[in-house]
């Protein structure tokens, strides 16, 4: 299974824009990325996903490199509520397995 | 509207013992899924569920026994608990054709 590659943690003042990278230099064709996050003391939730072109949906949108190789999750104005740890994960549409890494930890500071 | 439910939500149990982790989905999801999450590491698949009756390892099976008599439920059976398997379990599912998954709120279980 492809890997993905995320930073640790981030940190973000509310009402700020939030760019969280994601680099999957190993991705085929197939992978779909997608992004999930965890809040303190809950389950994963979906967030977004995308296959090659840039996606927007409620919560946040994905920007997609045009090689692939990485992506970008972005939140325009991050809430309080935002922190969570978020997992950047490549779904290969022949399997139903999401292989989470480790994440990355979003701080969001008042 | 439920959505999935998991109990217990925590349990303590000792060595040796069986414990069955409970997973309930209101949607009539084709797919479940169950996961375990230790600190350090993201989320791993222990085994999943494509229908009623069909049920496949994912990466960390041993020591862990799924069934799926009914759509709906899908319980997580340890049946020799080992210290190893202290963690917090998760269950999700998905329909049929849509690749977002729909966790619970998980259960923590500590061997002593």
């Known amino acids: 299974d492809a890997k993905t590659t995320q930073p640790n943690s981030m940190e973000s003042n509310e009402e700020e824009p939030v760019h969280l990278p994601c680099n999957h230099s190993?991705?085929?064709?197939?992978?779909?990325i997608h992004w999930y996050r965890q809040l303190p003391s809950q389950g994963p939730e979906y967030v977004i996903h995308?296959?090659?072109s840039n996606v927007n949906n409620r919560m946040a949108s994905l920007a997609i490199a045009e090689d692939r190789k990485s992506s970008t999750l972005i939140l325009h104005r991050a809430t309080l509520r935002d922190a969570a740890v978020y997992y950047c994960?490549?779904?290969?549409?022949?399997?139903?397995?999401?292989?989470f890494g480790t994440g990355t930890r979003l701080q969001v500071f008042p | 509207d439920a959505g999935i439910t998991q109990s217990p939500r925590y349990k303590i149990t000792e060595t040796g013992r069986q414990v069955t982790l409970m997973c309930h989905q209101t949607?009539?999801?084709?797919?479940m899924f169950w996961y375990r999450q230790d600190l350090g590491h993201g989320l791993r698949l222990i085994y999943y569920?494509?229908?009623?009756?069909?049920?496949d390892k994912g990466e960390v099976p041993d020591g862990y026994v799924v069934s799926r008599s009914k759509t709906e439920n899908f319980p997580l059976t340890l049946e020799s608990a080992t210290r190893s398997q202290t963690s917090v379990y998760f269950c999700?599912?998905?329909?049929?054709?849509?690749?977002?998954?729909?966790f619970g709120p998980g259960t923590r279980l500590t061997v002593t």
């Open positions: 999700a599912s998905r329909p049929d054709r849509v690749r977002e998954q729909y």
């Open positions: 190993t991705i085929s064709g197939t992978d779909y």
């Open positions: 995308g296959l090659t």
């Open positions: 994960i490549l779904y290969w549409v022949n399997t139903d397995k999401l292989i």
């Open positions: 949607w009539s999801h084709s797919y």
């Open positions: 569920s494509a229908a009623a009756d069909i049920t």
